[in-house]
């Protein structure tokens, strides 16, 4: 790394013999209104986050006020005749549905990655990530769509066979106990799956490809399969950038609001078996939103919002420190 | 630039709420437009974001499924008055057993939104349909996801005909079910029926007339079994008596009546009293047009036209709330 930073460097230290470089002053004011833009575009950037939280945390006030913050994160009631309301069923929902998305996501991530990066012929290369990053180009209403039309009906041919064989396992067979409906948390984490594939392969397979390939052909050399070199030797040198990728896809995930909607069940109870319907925090505002009428109402439902952009700051801080962890371990190692 | 927009404005009028009612608006508002060359652009924003709008004066009618008590009314200045009647179904995915030929009554229906009636064979259900053979099937219980002024008639149905519902659940756009998976909106509702065998759901009549699902008889409160049906609809409305009820304020759910439908709603259109006479007077113009010319329009689409009496208590109403009329 530190070997090309000085190269660049030396690149921009010969520029000046050019007779018709401009002046130096020239160049100054020109640095200094590029900073300035660069300067304001940070800022832009970071105040609409601010502004963003600011409003909501404004909005949500009166819910605040009313229910508390840790009463309102642990309560399941969410009841708009009575004007009570809890988040709990929808945190627990965003969270179970995004973590089915990132079990089966993550390993079809890395598989499509290597087929891409090091089996696949070359020709062959190219049509397949398009294809596969074409899936992040249909609009979620689609997912959500095909998902209740095509896949629920499949999906709930496939149910029976899933609670057959997995439900009579002690312990993990709570999970798969329910009526074959086709729809509820599992089906909404499978079909959150197929929309966050196309952003996790694609980061994993572009920093595969940057391996430098003396390393790569190195570990041919030395009798690896591709296995081996894609396990032992890219894995670990791009980790944290594929640490990166899958918490882009996480965040897709958590913020899912149509797809889900039409596929999780929307039942504000929770439910042990993945079979059973659920709700997320963007489906509960999908669903609930156009029709809120009192104030506490409206209140509590910017407030699951303000909850789900903490939730997803958690997870942003929870990726930054595991590759911070990794990145040391690295470092040390080498 | 003025003159045009000053053209613009007296021959378009905006309104916004309810999706339930939009079939209707839009339907009458593209005739109206072929009549007067009045547009009346609706958007089905939802019942509660139609009053949010008429409150802040952003369009000149404001439509809900819910009425606003008279009180709620006073406070905001605001008028309200009913547009069609329509009503609900109860849909059902059961085996072998045709469109019609369930019977269901609304305290059972109640046992089962609670989840207490569990089995399509349970006794009180068999009791309903006596020589109908009933699956020893599990019963799923399919309501709407999303905030709805079905959920809310359906529900304020309910809370008649069981006090428990009334007191554990209640009536309003969304509520908190004790069971079931809900669907986004009537598609959805209808699509989770159409797949899951055993299920329950309810749906807007109007709904019924595109897909096809099988639909339930209802005992209604005379103690008949009824089908839906537009003039049940309408004997729901003529049972009423609009004419006394301050604000129209009255809900359509079991009525009396020999025929009538006891899962009947309306939707209310809300004005401003503040608002510019002229722009009141349009939206009463294009309502009273379809009050009397749109009849046979509202049928085709699953909405019963009003009782002439209830269209002449709502000319009285804007006269005396306005003090002016159409």
Partial sequence: MNGSDTAVRIDIGSAPADPKAPSRSWRLSGDFLFHAAAVVATLLAAGALFATVAAITADSWLSIKTFGVWHFITSSAWNPVTQTFGAFPFIIGTLVSSTIAMILAVPVSFGTAVFISEIAPYWMRRPIAGAVELLAAIPSIVYGLWGLIVFAPIFAQVEPWISNTFGAIPGIGLLFQGPPMGIGMLTAGIVLAVMILPYISSIMRDVFLAVPSSLRESAYALGSTPWEVAWNIMLPYTRSAVIGGMFLGLGRALGETMAVTFVIGNSNMISSSLLMPGATIPSVLANEFTEATTPLYISSLIYLGLILIAVTLVVRLLAVLLIRRLGSREGASI | ?326
Avoid at chain 2, 243 to 270: E, N, R
Wanted: charged content about 15%.
């Fill in chain 2, 1 to 326: 630039m003025l003159c045009s927009v000053v053209a613009y404005a007296a021959t378009s009028v905006t309104g916004a709420g309810s999706t339930w009612v939009y079939p209707l608006v839009a339907k009458w508002s593209s005739a109206y437009k072929a009549k007067t060359g009045i547009q009346i652009n609706y958007q089905s924003i939802g019942s509660g974001g139609g009053i949010a709008q008429i409150k802040a004066g952003t369009v000149a009618f404001g439509a809900s499924d819910m009425p606003l008590k008279p009180e709620a009314l006073k406070a905001a200045g605001l008028i309200q008055f009913p547009t069609a009647v329509a009503g609900e179904d109860l849909v059902y995915n059961l085996p072998g057993i045709k469109p019609l030929q369930l019977v269901l009554s609304g305290p059972v229906v109640a046992d089962i939104y609670f989840g207490k009636i569990k089995k399509w064979n349970d006794s009180a259900i068999a009791k309903l349909n006596p020589g109908l053979k009933l699956p020893n099937m599990n019963i799923t219980v399919v309501h709407r996801s999303d905030g709805s002024g079905t959920t809310f008639t359906f529900c304020n149905y309910l809370s008649k005909v069981s006090p428990e519902w009334k007191e554990k659940v209640g009536a309003n756009t969304s509520v908190s079910w004790p069971t079931g998976v809900g669907g986004k909106g009537n598609e959805g509702v209808a699509s989770y029926v159409q797949r899951i065998p055993g299920s329950i759901g309810y749906v807007e009549y109007a709904y019924i007339l595109e897909s096809h699902l099988a639909d339930a008889r209802m005992i209604n409160r005379d103690g008949k079994a009824v089908a839906p049906s537009l003039t049940g609809f309408q004997d729901a409305a003529a049972h009423v008596d609009f004419t006394k009820a301050q604000d129209f304020y009255v809900i359509l759910t079991d009525h009396k009546g020999p025929d009538t439908w006891p899962i009947s709603g309306c939707t209310w259109q809300i004005l401003r009293k503040n608002a510019s006479k002229d722009q009141n007077q349009q939206v009463m113009k294009f309502f009273l047009w379809g009050f009397e010319y749109g009849q046979q329009q509202a049928r085709s689409i699953g909405f019963g036209p009003l009782p002439p009496s209830t269209v002449a208590a709502i000319q009285t109403y804007w006269k005396n709330e306005l003090g002016y009329g159409e």
